[in-house]
């Protein structure tokens, strides 16, 4: 069962989950994203900073785009209830 939880909640370890935001034209847009810590990001490579820490999307199959997400789907038919895909 799909139960809709505030993002403070979400689990922010990197694991792919079901959230919930609002794009540029208002409208709200259910996507999978995962959280990403500094640590995380310096560890892919690149130069981040700790303003570039928080939820990201991908908007293609190259790019990512960074959200703020106001929350997230827990329990998901296809996934189990930690959200992710194991």
């Known amino acids: 069962m ?3 939880l ?6 922010m370890n990197g694991t ?3 959230v919930l935001w609002t794009d ?3 409208r709200e847009n ?4 995962r959280y990403h810590s500094l ?3 310096k560890a892919g490579g690149g130069d981040w ?6 939820w990201w999307i991908f908007t293609d199959s190259r790019t990512q785009k ?6 997230w789907i827990s329990g998901n038919d296809d996934e189990n209830e930690n959200g992710d895909d194991t």
């Open 6 to 11: 505030p993002i403070s909640t979400a689990p």
């Open 24 to 26: 540029d034209d208002e």
């Open 2 to 4: 799909r139960k809709k």
């Open 49 to 54: 900073d700790e303003a570039d820490t928080g």
């Open 39 to 41: 640590a995380q990001l």
């Open 30 to 33: 259910e996507t999978v994203a």
């Open 66 to 71: 960074k959200i703020d997400p106001a929350a």
């Open 16 to 18: 792919k989950i079901i």
